[in-house]
């Protein structure tokens, strides 16, 4: 079965928004621009759409994939606890394009393991989709693993024509993924420098 992909308005657009809803809540695929880079997105829920992600990509397993939640209140849905850190100092840090693994919660599915990496994206129209569908939804960067990011939603459907259901336009920034710490140990740990300056002093407060 192929999924010709079409590309719809931007992000901004209400119409846009209601397409990528109903479109992940069948279960599809879609690629949606974040506030780091293009993604291909499903819900969490949807395992089947999750593993052709993996295929798309090329990729050997599914728990590289970040979570993004609309608000502290589906965090607090999808980990166990906030690791070294309080829920507070997160919540002062989001909507950002910074991204943290914690413990997962016990309502994650068992493909995602014993941790989950999640962000609140610093995108409100992203957010307000995944609000609207209700439930977090899977992003990871568009293009084949090993392989850059792909920026312009016009070489997203080239490369992957006939493999995701919709792709959303938008203008993601800097072309940079999210900065990505590790809060499951002792202290904070950087695992990747991204887009979102962390400093590991004073980690209960807001970067500046």
């Known amino acids: ?21 109903e479109i992940l809540a069948r279960g599809g ?7 780091t880079l293009y993604g291909f997105s499903a819900r969490l829920s949807a395992e089947d759409a999750i593993h052709r992600i993996s295929a ?25 606890s906030y690791g070294c850190v ?17 413990p997962s ?13 999640v962000r609140i994206p610093a995108l409100e129209p992203l957010r307000a989709l995944i609000e609207q569908v209700g439930e977090p939804v899977v992003s990871t960067s568009a293009n084949r693993s090993g392989q850059e ?7 997203i459907r080239r490369e992957f024509s006939g493999e995701v259901d919709l792709i959303v336009t938008g203008v993601p920034p800097g072309g940079v993924s999210s900065t990505l710490v590790d809060l499951c140990g002792k202290t904070p740990r950087v695992v990747r420098e991204g887009a979102y300056a962390w400093a590991n002093a004073g980690a209960g407060k807001p970067s500046k």
């Open 56 to 80: 798309l990509k090329h990729a050997n397993h599914d728990r590289r994939y970040i979570v993004l939640a609309s608000s502290m209140e589906m965090v607090d849905r999808c980990v166990q």
């Open 1 to 21: 079965m192929t999924h010709d992909a079409s590309i719809a308005g931007a992000i901004e657009d209400v119409r846009t928004l209601d397409l990528a809803r």
């Open 149 to 155: 990011p792909l920026t312009d939603a016009h070489e």
């Open 86 to 102: 309080t829920r507070a100092s997160l919540e002062a840090r989001w909507p950002a394009p910074l991204s943290v693994i914690l």
């Open 105 to 117: 919660g016990p309502s994650l599915p068992a493909w995602v393991g014993p941790t989950v990496a």
């Open 29 to 35: 695929v879609v690629v949606l621009p974040t506030d």
